[in-house]
């Protein structure tokens, strides 16, 4: 093999390494999403894709109904959910960080 023979070879062979990368990447990603949509259950707590936050009251195979206020339910696709916040919000001792501390 000639120095311009492995020179074409690695031209071609470096951006196919560089796609199937990708894509690995990507199912990988989708096959973690799809594990957390499939465990979510009653009661959790999520946040769908277009930002909205809520408490699961129902599950179906393909819905989910959320409560994002007391009393209104809104129903989405179940593959609208995009994470869990269920305990995802950091705890603080001294109240919120915008609060005047106490004594001032």
């Known amino acids: 093999m000639t120095s311009n ?8 062979a470096i951006p196919v390494g560089f ?7 990507q199912r990988k990603r989708v096959r973690a999403m799809q594990a957390m949509q499939a465990s979510i259950v009653v009661g959790e707590e999520v ?6 936050f809520g408490r699961v009251t129902a599950l179906t195979d393909s819905e ?4 994002v206020a ?12 995009d994470a869990r916040t269920s305990g995802a919000a950091p705890s603080s001792s001294n109240g919120p960080a915008d609060a ?3 004594g001032e």
Do not use: C, K, M, N
């Not at 796609?19 to 990447?25: D, E, K, P, V």
């Open 64 to 67: 989910i109904h959320l409560e």
């Open 47 to 52: 946040r769908t894709t277009s930002g909205l």
């Open 100 to 102: 005047p501390a106490q």
């Open 19 to 25: 796609i199937a990368y990708i894509f690995l990447g």
């Open 70 to 81: 007391p009393g209104v339910v809104v129903r989405f696709d179940r593959r609208a959910v």
């Open 5 to 12: 023979d492995l020179s074409s070879l690695l031209f071609f």
